[in-house]
């Protein structure tokens, strides 16, 4: 069955550092996305992105977030310079484009743990 | 704006038990209603999904949810629950547009399984 393969599984970062975190999403998807999970916390929605433009994005998703989908296989979100309270699970997803919504669900990566100290 | 509520934390039930986990949801349309579960260290799988139709839906791993519009609930079942349930558990409303998903999440609810 298809994967979204997530790189790094667990990443420790000082403060103030740039972070890249990865993902492979499904080869025939269209629509990829991030999401975050504090420690305790519910899981947030960060960002949707297609055909090369976010389509939407969370009031979490600031300045300090972007997005990218440098070739046709990775899509990448870049913490610039990075928080303690960013330190999370993140998620990256990817949907295709069915006919109608109902024919399209997200399938999720297993996560990249991101450590702020 | 849409939200989900999972009024239940923690969960925990003896193995064979049947087991219920409750979720609300607020939306002003017609909601696209999902369950997850998440293993520890583990990413969320899909469980079940309810779009249209019948409002009894039946997920993998023998997990079925029924849909409830006068109530706005979509609660997940399970007749009899294996040890290898235990794991965290989310309901989730998707408000996208287009043909995006633009899905909320409920706080979770763990299951413990005891023998």
């Known amino acids: 069955e298809p994967e979204v393969t997530q790189t790094p599984s667990h990443q420790v970062t000082q403060m103030g550092q740039e972070v890249i975190l990865r993902c492979v999403p499904i080869?025939?998807?269209?629509?990829f996305y991030w999401y975050r999970q504090i420690l305790g916390q519910k899981v947030e929605f960060l960002v949707s992105?297609?055909?090369?433009?976010?389509?939407?994005k969370s009031e979490i998703f600031d300045d300090q977030f972007s997005v990218e989908r440098p070739d046709g296989s990775n899509f990448t979100l870049k913490i610039r310079s990075t928080k303690l309270e960013d330190s999370a699970m993140y998620f990256c997803?990817?949907?295709?484009?069915?006919?109608?919504?109902?024919?399209?669900?997200?399938?999720f990566g297993a996560g990249s743990r991101l450590t702020v100290l | 704006a849409q939200s989900v509520t999972q009024p239940d934390i923690h969960i925990t039930v003896s193995e064979g038990a049947s087991l219920e986990l409750r979720c609300n949801y607020s939306?002003?349309?017609?909601?696209?209603l999902f369950w997850y579960v998440q293993s520890p260290g583990q990413g969320l799988q899909l469980l079940l999904k309810?779009?249209?139709?019948?409002?009894l839906v039946q997920g993998i791993k023998g997990f079925e949810a029924e849909f409830k519009r006068s109530q706005s609930s979509f609660n997940l079942r399970k007749p009899s629950v294996h040890w290898s349930d235990a794991a965290e558990y989310f309901c989730?409303?998707?408000?996208?547009?287009?043909?995006?998903?633009?899905?909320?999440f409920g706080t979770g609810t763990k299951l413990q399984v005891i023998p």
């Open positions: 997803a990817s949907s295709g484009l069915g006919q109608g919504k109902g024919a399209n669900v997200l399938t």
């Open positions: 080869s025939n998807h269209l629509y």
């Open positions: 992105f297609y055909n090369n433009e976010i389509s939407e």
């Open positions: 939306y002003g349309a017609t909601p696209y």
């Open positions: 309810y779009f249209s139709g019948d409002t």
């Open positions: 989730a409303v998707d408000a996208g547009s287009g043909g995006y998903q633009k899905v909320t």
